[in-house]
């Protein structure tokens, strides 16, 4: 996992400034080597990267993320929601029918008291499958008065079956979204690569 961060580190001009722990199998699924790396990149005598740089995302593996918690672990945490009713995230994300959506979101009052920065929750608008006017409504409604932050992130199309909503949409979706939002940050990742 370090020689990941030391050999980008050596092939970039800018510096790295922030880390996230996703994209390279489920983090929480290899615990114990995920936040020694993590330890490693923050300790003073290693990379010396600030604590608030680092994001550990998770699909949501709820007993890992109640370790987490109650090891009061210092850095960010991520959970990828990706819907708003259990029947849509359990096709997506079939962790779901384990670990489903009220369970994840009960843990952000607890991570919450922990951390400042508040426990963010990260949404992938796709077309036609979560991205609808009761989508945007359901959202609202579920992360209402959480203390958390919302990450809605356009989907990146890669040529698989998914699309990414157009403009219109998605901007239809955030401005339903903004008008139900109470108690929690909306955050929009847009994609560089994107025209």
Known sequence: IIDQLLIIQNHVKKPITNIVFMGMGEPFLNYNHVITAADLMNDSNGLNFSYHRITISTAGIANKINKFINDKIKYNLAISLNATDDETRNKLMPINKK???????????????????????????????????????????????????????????????????????????????????????????WSKGTK
Do not use: M
């Open 99 to 189: 670990w489903p959506i009220n369970k994840l979101i009960s843990f952000a009052s607890k991570y919450n008291t922990l951390h400042k920065t508040g426990l963010t929750f990260e949404y992938v608008l796709i077309d036609s499958i979560n991205d609808s006017d009761q989508d945007a409504k359901r959202l609202g409604i579920l992360l209402k008065n959480s203390g958390c932050k919302l990450n809605i992130i356009p989907f990146n199309e890669i040529g698989n079956i998914y699309n990414r909503p157009s403009i219109e949409k998605i901007e239809r979706f955030l401005n339903i979204l903004y008008k139900n939002q109470k108690g929690f940050t909306v955050l929009v990742r």
